[in-house]
C-alpha cells in the first residue's frame, strides 16, 4: 500500500496504519478521545511538561481516517475549536492619551506575562484592534506579554512554536532535517509585536526586545518545563516595515522567506516575501539546538 499522507511533519507508513488499525479493533468501545490518548502513550508523543500531544494525534488519525485507511469510530461529541469558532475579541477601553516622551522618563518598565490571567483579554482587544495583522489565536507553546509604563499598557508581544521550516534559519543554525524535526521545540517565534499608536518613545521597541530577551526563556522554563536558546521573527518589508528595532536590539538578518508557506505544493510565490531575524539566547546556541532533545 503507497501512502501519500503527512501532516504536521509526520509520513504515515504501512505499520503507522496496521498499529492503528489494531489500536481500533482491540478497543472496539473506546471513542476517538480514548483511541488517541492510547496511541500517544504506545509512540511516547509527549510534550516535555508531561501532557499528551493529544490534539496532533486526533490529527493525525483524522487525515488517515478521511483517505480510508482506518475508519475510526463515530463522533460523541464535538469539542469546543477556537480557531473554527473564533470571534473577534472584545473591546476593553485602556487609556489612550498620547504619550511623547524619553524612554528615561517612564522606566522602569513592567513586562507582564499574561496568558491565562483577567489581563489577558486586554491583550487580545489591544492586538485585534491596533495589530496590522489583527489577533489569531496561537496553537500550541506560546505565551503572551503587555508591557506597562506607570501602570498603562504601552506595547504587546507574543510568542509562539517556531515555524517548521525556514530556509536561511535552518542555513544558519546549521542541523539536518531529522535535528530539526527533534529540537524545533527549542526556538520560540516572535509573532506579534506591538507598540500602541499613541505611545512615541524614542527607542522604546529596542529597549523592550532587549528585555524580553532575558524574560522570556525563565517564563518558558517555567510553564513548559523545557529551555528555549532562540528566538525569530518575520519583518514583512513589504508592508514598509524596516526592522529597526531588531536591528538595534541585535537581531540578525538572516535572509528572505520563499513566500510560499508551510503547506505549499505548487513551488509558487503565495504570500508576502518577509526578512528573517534572529536572536540567540545563549552563546552556544548551535550546539544546543544541534545535539541532545532538552539536555
Keep these: ?51 499528551l500531544r493529544d490534539m496532533v494525534c486526533r490529527g493525525f488519525m483524522l487525515e488517515l481516517h478521511r483517505a480510508g485507511y482506518i475508519n475510526l469510530p463515530a463522533k460523541r461529541c464535538a469539542p469546543n475549536n477556537p480557531l473554527k469558532n473564533r470571534r473577534m475579541p472584545d473591546s476593553i477601553p485602556v487609556d489612550d492619551t498620547f504619550l511623547s516622551t524619553s524612554l528615561k522618563q517612564i522606566l522602569p518598565l513592567e513586562i507582564c506575562q499574561i496568558r491565562r490571567s483577567d489581563k489577558e483579554k486586554i491583550f487580545n482587544s489591544l492586538v485585534e484592534r491596533y495589530h496590522y ?64 499608536p499613541w505611545i512615541e518613545i524614542k527607542y522604546l521597541a529596542s529597549h523592550i526586545l532587549s528585555r524580553i ?20 521573527t518575520f519583518v514583512d518589508t513589504e508592508k514598509g516595515f524596516k526592522g529597526t528595532c531588531y536591528k538595534a536590539a541585535n537581531w540578525t538578518y538572516l535572509g528572505k522567506t520563499t513566500g510560499r508557506g508551510k503547506n505549499d505544493h505548487t513551488g509558487k510565490v503565495n ?23 532538552y539536555d
Excluded at 511533519?9 to 479493533?25: Q, S, Y
Design 133 to 196: 495583522l489583527g489577533y489569531c489565536q496561537p496553537v500550541g507553546e506560546h505565551l503572551k506579554y503587555i508591557v506597562f509604563a506607570n501602570k498603562r499598557p504601552v506595547a504587546c508581544l507574543a510568542f509562539s512554536s517556531a515555524p517548521r521550516h525556514i530556509g536561511v534559519r535552518d542555513r544558519f543554525i546549521g542541523w539536518d532535517k531529522h535535528t530539526r524535526q527533534k529540537n524545533i521545540g527549542l526556538m520560540a517565534y516572535n509573532t506579534r509585536f506591538l507598540i500602541l
Design 271 to 293: 504570500r508576502s516575501i518577509k526578512d528573517v531575524y534572529g536572536y540567540p539566547l545563549v552563546k552556544d546556541f548551535r550546539k544546543k539546538l544541534c545535539g541532545g532533545c
Design 1 to 51: 500500500m503507497d501512502l501519500e499522507i503527512k501532516y504536521r511533519g509526520r509520513v504515515a507508513t504501512t505499520e503507522d496504519v496496521d498499529f492503528i488499525n489494531r489500536l481500533i479493533k482491540d478497543n472496539p468501545h473506546d471513542s476517538r478521545r480514548a483511541l488517541s490518548e492510547k496511541l500517544c502513550r504506545a509512540w511516547n508523543w509527549i510534550q516535555p511538561n508531561g501532557a
Design 213 to 232: 530577551a532575558k524574560i522570556l526563556p525563565e517564563d518558558w522554563l517555567r510553564l513548559y518545563r523545557h529551555p528555549v536558546y532562540y528566538l525569530e
